[in-house]
Nanobody
C-alpha cells in the first residue's frame, strides 16, 4: 500500500502561482512513477503531468506545457507540481497518483494509488 497526501491548494487570481505537494508513505517511493490529475465539476478526471521513477522523464497535458512543472524528491518521498500563469480553466480538484509500471500512461485507471485531492480555484 502507498498512502498519498496532497497539500498546497487554494484560491489564487489568474496569472498567479501555486505549488502542490504530495507526500507518500508506505512502500518505496522511488519504485513508482507519479502523476497529477485534475477533475473539474461535471467533468472527467484529466491527466495533467507524470514523472518517471528517477525524475528523468516528464510528460504534460498540452494545455499546461510551459506553465506547470512536475518534480520529485525521492529522499523526501514527495512529488511536486509547480503551477505558474494560472488560468480560470485550471480550477479543479488536483490529485496525485502512483503507478508501479514503467510504461508512461495518461489514463487514471493505470494508477494504483490515489490521494484525497486538493482544491485549486483560480479567480478572474
Amino acid at each position: 500500500q502507498v498512502q498519498l497526501v496532497e497539500s498546497g491548494g487554494g484560491l489564487v487570481q489568474a496569472g498567479g502561482s501555486l505549488r502542490l505537494s504530495c507526500a507518500a508513505s508506505g512502500r518505496t517511493f522511488s519504485n513508482y512513477a507519479m502523476g497529477w490529475f485534475r477533475q473539474a465539476p461535471g467533468k472527467e478526471r484529466e491527466f495533467v503531468a507524470r514523472i518517471s521513477r528517477s525524475g528523468g522523464r516528464t510528460y504534460y497535458l498540452d494545455s499546461v506545457k510551459g506553465r506547470f512543472t512536475i518534480s520529485r524528491d525521492n529522499a523526501k518521498n514527495t512529488v511536486y507540481l509547480q503551477m505558474n500563469s494560472l488560468k480560470t480553466e485550471d480550477t479543479a480538484v488536483y490529485y496525485c497518483a502512483a503507478d508501479s509500471r514503467t510504461t508512461a500512461s495518461y489514463t487514471a485507471r493505470a494508477y494504483e494509488y490515489w490521494g484525497q485531492g486538493t482544491q485549486v480555484t483560480v479567480s478572474s
